[in-house]
């Protein structure tokens, strides 16, 4: 099939690659020239494994193609997809400019029948509104439909090709019938494609993601109450993970959720529903947990250390989570601020996101090139990305290279008994 993709990021590249994979034409645009100027060297512009293989093989055999260029790509094909962002608006909707501006150009290019899928995560109702907005700059037929993504970064690609479930919102025989083609080597293993309504097409994406960000401050909370009583959260996540009715995923506690979906998608729920009047209440709670969540583990420091003013503070792990380097709404961005605001000097690591984290703090904080050496002269260490590089470090090294061997972890990745042994304070989330 020829497909157009508009918006080459962490999900459009990954969609665009994964279709030229199983075959397809694909032309990918962005109207960021230096990512394509990456792209067209071969060279992907995210962290994100397996991609970049994905992108040069296909590259190679000519399915896959960059362009600043809307319109060459748009005649070129006859499925389209919008890829684009949709940021946190200032009053927490979902910005739409973006997706409404892609959806009017693709109708002043529209040469013939298209089925224009919004792929990015949208309020319910916005394919209605792409659909008026095609509809007034153009006779050309066409369709529109709903397909959320449901990737995470840090193994895209593996969760684009080999999905749980594909849904697919679309109100007209023709399209399901060429979304239903257009995905089937990806379903093949007995993964379903659901087709529903575009409103409920587009509310199953809010609803998942919300649902994951709720098992999180949840979790969180339970931890709380753990370490009031002296319970350790650890033993707990196991015992009610191993219910089949919860299932173990998404109940670690930690330093709150970031990244690009979790937060801005909540805050989206929030808004429509107050729209219609409905006070989405569990939701609230949610959010407010996790910015609680946020300012934990520098809290734990300061009871530690009384006052955090000319402390240096290693930092382990910046991206929101292992594998990528998005830094995105991550927690470290909230840490690193609070200690600076607190007087603190910081010494950070992260195997992937260091540039980002350049771009964010320029010189405010001492960005070092391995692990280990953020440790240097340090009074303590946060954990704050449990990347795996971090789960089994040399601790008698550790301890030689910091000031005191304090240690917070804000993931639970380090065995509490094992770390007494080895001569640290060690504070964890809930234990
Ligand atoms: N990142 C994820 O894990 C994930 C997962 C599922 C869904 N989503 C949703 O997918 C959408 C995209 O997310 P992302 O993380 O890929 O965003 P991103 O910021 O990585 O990529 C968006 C891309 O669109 C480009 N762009 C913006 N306006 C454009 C225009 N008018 N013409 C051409 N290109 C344009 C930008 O230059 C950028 O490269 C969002 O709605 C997001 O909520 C993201």
């Known amino acids: 099939m020829k497909i157009a993709v508009i918006g080459t990021g962490y999900v459009g590249l990954v969609a665009g690659a994964c279709f030229a994979e199983n075959g397809n034409d694909v032309v990918c645009v962005d109207r960021d020239e230096a990512k394509l100027r990456l792209l067209r060297r071969g060279r992907i512009p995210i962290f994100e494994p397996g991609l970049e293989e994905l992108v040069r093989r296909n590259r190679a055999e000519k399915r896959l193609v960059f362009t600043s260029q809307v319109a060459t790509a748009v005649r070129a ?17 979902a910005d739409l400019q973006h997706v409404l501006g892609v959806a009017r150009d693709i109708a ?29 700059e153009t006779t050309h037929p066409f369709s529109v ?5 449901f990737l995470k970064q840090g193994a895209a690609v593996e969760d684009f090709m080999k999905p749980d479930r594909v849904i697919v919102g679309a109100e007209d025989p023709r399209a399901t019938q060429l979304m239903t083609e257009l995905y089937a080597p990806f379903t093949r293993t007995g993964a379903p494609i659901m087709v529903m309504d575009c409103a409920s097409a587009e509310m199953s994406k809010y609803a998942a993601n919300a649902l994951l960000a709720t098992k999180i ?6 931890a709380r109450v753990c370490e009031l009583y002296g319970a350790d959260v650890e033993q707990v996540r196991r015992a009610v993970g191993s219910d089949r009715r919860i299932g173990s995923a998404f109940l670690f506690p930690g330093v709150g959720f970031g990244g690009s979906c979790f937060p801005k998608d909540v ?24 910015r609680d969540q946020k300012a934990l583990l520098v809290s734990k420091m300061e ?25 995105r709404e991550a927690p470290s961005i909230a840490i690193i601020e609070k200690l600076l605001a607190a007087g603190a000097r910081v010494r ?12 964010i703090f320029g010189n405010r904080i001492t960005l070092v090139a391995r692990n280990y050496d953020a440790l240097i002269g340090a009074d ?52």
């Open 348 to 359: 950070a690591y992260d195997p992937e996101a260091m540039k980002i984290a350049k771009g």
């Open 77 to 93: 094909s006859t499925i389209v997809f919008i890829a684009v962002g949709t940021p946190q608006g200032e009053d927490g909707s």
């Open 303 to 327: 009871k530690h250390f009384g006052s955090l003013a000319g402390r240096t503070i290693a930092v382990w792990g910046l991206s929101f989570k292992p594998k990528t380097d998005d830094m």
């Open 217 to 222: 401050s949840f979790m969180n909370e339970i």
């Open 108 to 136: 002043r290019a529209m040469n013939g029948y298209k089925v224009i899928v919004d792929k990015s995560t949208v309020p319910v109702g916005t394919a209605e509104r792409v659909r008026e907005i095609v509809r007034r």
């Open 267 to 290: 805050q989206a729920i929030l808004k429509f529903a107050a729209d219609k009047e409905y006070a989405f209440q569990i939701l609230g709670a949610v959010d407010r947990v996790n």
């Open 380 to 431: 303590a260490l946060a954990l704050v990305t449990e990347w795996n590089e971090f789960r089994e470090p040399d601790f008698a090294k550790m301890r030689k290279l910091m000031r005191s061997p304090v240690l917070f972890d804000g993931r639970n990745i380090y065995n509490r008994e094992q770390m007494k042994a080895d001569g640290f304070t060690y504070y964890a989330i809930g234990r």
């Open 145 to 149: 439909v709903s397909n959320p993504e």
